[in-house]
């Protein structure tokens, strides 16, 4: 039996959601649709077994895998619109089937929509971030003690960690980092990736000189992979070490990017 034939209907209204989505806008930010597919995997709802059999479809992190079908032209859910041609709109990429045949209105409408969203795009992400770092924690030896808006707190044995959430680096708060960092026995920020390297190259360059000698860590979430690695400050937890993907990242950033001050 194949995993289509197994699939739920719980499971099956994941894949409509997105296809209605899709086949509503035409035309969709790339950001945006990855993050509304967290959304559907979240509030779908899944029973454990459920969830197994997802995992078996795409892959160990569900709302990752869905979206890389996607990108890869071989969607996991029948009726899919292909989304084979993409287009950069002041930064931003977006992607449609060639099938549409839009032109330059369309993007534009296309665009404005990405912007009318952008408020609620932003309270999506950081609601996914949150849900990504709580299960990284949790795989390494962590117990949620408190959520909030854009704050986490976790235990471990006698250490407490202390997680605080943002959108986008650019939005970063580095002074409420700081006084974090002195207040808790360890603390990390978290921000998603962004479509290119100049955000983070822009934050390094303006605050590095500020961040070198605190205790604050800052961390990067690949939302398309569902990985996280650090980006400044270290770890001495050697399970956080080992949950991330690349942790030599940020000694990689520090070596590299010094030239940039």
């Known amino acids: ?11 099956g209204l994941i894949g409509e959601r997105i296809n209605s989505l899709l086949k509503e806008r035409g035309i969709i930010a790339r950001c945006e649709l990855l993050h509304r597919i967290y959304q ?3 509030e779908a709802d899944l029973s454990d077994a459920e969830m197994d059999i997802l995992r078996r479809m795409v892959g160990d992190r569900p709302a990752p895998g869905i979206f890389s079908s996607m990108m890869s032209g071989h969607p996991v859910f029948p009726d899919t619109p292909k989304l084979d041609s993409f287009i950069v709109i002041h930064g931003r990429i977006f992607h449609f089937p060639l ?12 665009y404005e929509t990405f912007k009318r969203l952008r408020g609620e795009l932003l309270e999506l992400v950081r609601f996914n971030l949150e ?5 990284f924690l949790i795989r390494a030896g962590y117990s949620q003690s408190h959520r909030g808006l854009g704050r986490l707190s976790f235990v471990k044995g006698d250490d407490r960690l202390e997680v ?17 960092s002195e207040l808790y026995d360890s603390m990390a920020a978290i921000v998603p990736h962004e479509e290119n390297l100049d955000p983070f190259m822009a934050f390094y360059r303006e605050h590095v000189s500020h961040l070198e000698d605190t205790d604050v860590q800052i961390w990067v979430a690949n939302m398309e992979e569902g990985t996280i690695d650090p980006f400044m400050g270290f770890t001495t937890d050697p399970e956080i070490y ?3 993907k690349n942790p030599k990242l940020a000694s990689l950033v520090r070596s590299r990017w010094r030239f940039i001050r």
Do not use: N, Q, W
């Not at 039996?1 to 499971?11: A, N, R």
């Not at 099938?99 to 296309?110: L, Q, V």
């Open 242 to 244: 080992m949950a991330f």
């Open 40 to 42: 559907a995997v979240r």
């Open 99 to 110: 099938s549409g045949k839009y032109d330059r209105p369309d993007f534009e409408r296309a």
């Open 131 to 135: 849900d990504l770092t709580t299960d």
């Open 1 to 11: 039996m194949g995993l289509h034939e197994i699939m739920t209907d719980k499971i």
């Open 164 to 180: 605080l959430v943002y959108p986008r680096i650019s939005m970063l708060d580095v002074e409420e980092c700081i006084l974090a």
